[in-house]
Structures are given as C-alpha cells and as structure tokens.
C-alpha cells in the first residue's frame, strides 16, 4: 500500500521554507504580499469542493510565509535559516511520524504487499472544450506528468461529471510544486 513521503500541503510549505532560506525580513514580506495577490487571485477563479486547487496552495504557502515574517519579527532574526526555525524540526518529526503510523496501519490490515512510499507532485494541467470555451484549469497530486493527464482525462469522462457534455483536450501540464531542482 502505498504511503506518501509527501501531502500536498506539506509540499507548498516546504517550496516556501526552501525560498525563504537566506532572505531577510523584508525580503520575507516582499514574498507575502505576492503570496497574498496569488491568494486573492485564485480566490476569483472557480473553486471545485474537494479537490486541490489553486487557492488551496496559495493559502498554504501564504499561511507559511505568514509564519515565516512573524517568527522572523518575534524572535528578531535577520536573515531566515531553517535551522533556527523550531517549527521546521517539529513538522519534520510529525511528517516522520506520519509515515510511520501510515506504514502500522497498513501492516495491521494484514496487508502482503511491500510499504512503497510515493513522491508524489502537484500538477496544473489546462484543459480546453471542443466547443468555445475558456479552458479548464485544476490540479492534481500524482507521482508522475503521465499520471496527472490520466487523472485529468478520467475526470473528464466521469458519468455525471459537470466536464462530461464537452470533449476537453489536455493543451498543457505543468508541475508547480516541488518547483523544479527543489529536492526531488
């Protein structure tokens, strides 16, 4: 069963931790206020309950550098280093943790197969209707590029799927976290 070495909002934190190295606290609040505007802006677009979208990491990563610019303040650290952030260590040992007991619970279904921990990554793939339409755009958590267009094609096909009366043809994939070179 499979276990992931990464949740989606784990991943946006940790694209803001990893931006965030180095700069100081104005830098850190330049890096807000554009996390606000993305936030702002995603919640103008069509949300789709339950599943990720764009709001959902620009909250994420504004949340974080939110926290990032107060700890900064609070503790009057000039330059940010996630070494001497508290909060990191604690998440590192949670998201450990988390892998863990995921990994118990599937032992304890008496599961035979082999723990497989997934990396796993954000996709916003764009979509258009045959018909003219303003295109699509949703995300997806999946291991590869391939995966994410399977996803998108399956909901798209889904009986009773507000996406099923029209033809929609993936025009573009993108991962957007972890951002490329980031740690994986």
């Known amino acids: 069963m499979p276990v992931y070495e990464y949740h989606p909002r784990e991943l946006a934190q940790v694209s803001v931790l990893r931006k965030a190295v180095g700069l100081n606290l104005n830098q850190v609040k330049e890096n807000l206020q554009a996390a606000l505007k993305s936030q702002e802006l995603a919640l103008a677009?069509?949300?789709?309950?339950?599943?990720?979208?764009?709001?959902?990491?620009?909250?994420?990563?504004?949340?974080?550098?939110?926290?990032?610019a107060s700890a900064m303040t609070k503790q009057q650290i000039a330059v940010?280093?996630?070494?001497?952030?508290?909060?990191?260590?604690?998440?590192?040992?949670?998201?450990?943790?988390?892998?863990?007991?995921?990994?118990?619970?599937?032992?304890?279904?008496?599961?035979?197969?082999?723990?497989?921990?997934?990396?796993?990554?954000?996709?916003?793939?764009?979509?258009?209707?045959?018909?003219?339409?303003?295109?699509?755009?949703?995300?997806?958590?999946?291991?590869?590029?391939?995966?994410?267009?399977?996803?998108?094609?399956?909901?798209?096909?889904r009986p009773g799927s507000m996406y099923q009366s029209d033809e929609y043809r993936v025009t573009s994939i993108d991962q957007i976290l972890p951002e490329s070179g980031d740690f994986f």
């Open 45 to 68: 677009a069509p949300q789709e309950v339950g599943r990720l979208t764009a709001l959902d990491i620009a909250s994420w990563q504004y949340i974080e550098w939110a926290r990032i």
């Open 80 to 157: 940010y280093s996630s070494d001497d952030d508290p909060r990191v260590a604690r998440r590192e040992e949670q998201r450990a943790q988390r892998i863990a007991t995921e990994a118990a619970q599937d032992e304890e279904k008496g599961t035979i197969l082999p723990i497989e921990v997934r990396r796993h990554r954000i996709y916003r793939i764009t979509a258009r209707p045959a018909a003219e339409k303003p295109p699509v755009i949703r995300h997806f958590f999946a291991g590869s590029a391939g995966a994410a267009i399977e996803h998108a094609e399956a909901m798209f096909r």
